[in-house]
Antibody, heavy 118, light 110 residues
Framework: QVQLVQSGAEVKRPGASVKVSCKAS????????VSWVRQAPGQGLQWLGW????????KYAQNVQGRVTMTTDTSTSTAYMELRSLTSDDTAVYYC???????????WGQGTLVTVSS | QSVLTQPPSMSAAPGQKVTISCSGS????????VSWYQHLPGTAPKLFIY???KRPSDIPDRFSGSKSGPSATLGITGLQTGDEADYYC???????????FGGGTKLTVL
């Protein structure tokens, strides 16, 4: 079945970086793009950005622009999201999702909890 | 502050019907498809409605979607306790070139 499996929870110090992986299976990886979304405690869903699995083009949300880098490894059908200069405001569950032509997101990965704490 | 506007919470009794609204603008809902996601704590969000009203094959027909202009609604009939969850609407925004979400509606079935 089509699924996205993400890497495990991370605890980081303020100012550090985190890199979350998202491995796809059950479909041809480079036929759909990948979006990244996060949910901070008590908050709603926030889109972080998108990467084309065909050519690596990216589009990042304004609030993380300059701190985020999204990449893919087509040889392993894996997408990555790296976020730098972490602050406590970046504490959240991070999700990857298969992006179907900007029309819907399905499926989603199981989520990766990133905790930023000193 | 979310770009799409949803009521923060709704409640209804088992067996009843509920309609969750999602209000946007011409740059998102008005000119693009709406999708709806169910989110249970500790789990991945799940697609419930896509292209405004279509249901994935595993979603029961108790769930329905509609869109009119810059607004959309999710309808749930025959409410069950298992329907308790947060529901989010989403659409692509042409001005922002970004996915935008509603703030989520916490549905309680009491």
């Amino acid at each position: 079945q089509v699924q996205l499996v993400q890497s495990g929870a991370e605890v980081k110090r303020p100012g550090a970086s985190v890199k979350v992986s998202c491995k796809a299976s059950g479909y041809t990886f480079n036929t759909y793009d990948v979006s990244w979304v996060r949910q901070a405690p008590g908050q709603g869903l926030q889109w972080l950005g998108w990467i084309s699995t065909k050519n690596g083009n990216t589009k990042y949300a304004q609030n993380v622009q300059g701190r985020v880098t999204m990449t893919t490894d087509t040889s392993t059908s894996t997408a990555y999201m790296e976020l730098r200069s972490l602050t406590s405001d970046d504490t959240a569950v991070y999700y990857c999702a298969r992006d179907v032509n900007y029309v819907w997101l399905d499926p989603w990965g199981q989520g990766t909890l990133v905790t930023v704490s000193s | 502050q979310s770009v799409l506007t949803q009521p923060p919470s709704m409640s209804a009794a088992p067996g009843q019907k509920v309609t969750i609204s999602c209000s946007g603008s011409s740059s998102n809902i008005g000119n693009n498809y709406v999708s709806w996601y169910q989110h249970l704590p500790g789990t991945a969000p799940k697609l419930f409605i896509y292209e405004n009203y279509k249901r994935p094959s595993d979603i029961p027909d108790r769930f329905s979607g509609s869109k009119s202009g810059p607004s959309a609604t999710l309808g749930i009939t025959g409410l069950q306790t298992g329907d308790e969850a947060d529901y989010y609407c989403a659409a692509w925004d042409n001005n922002l070139s970004a996915w935008v979400f509603g703030g989520g509606t916490k549905l309680t079935v009491l």
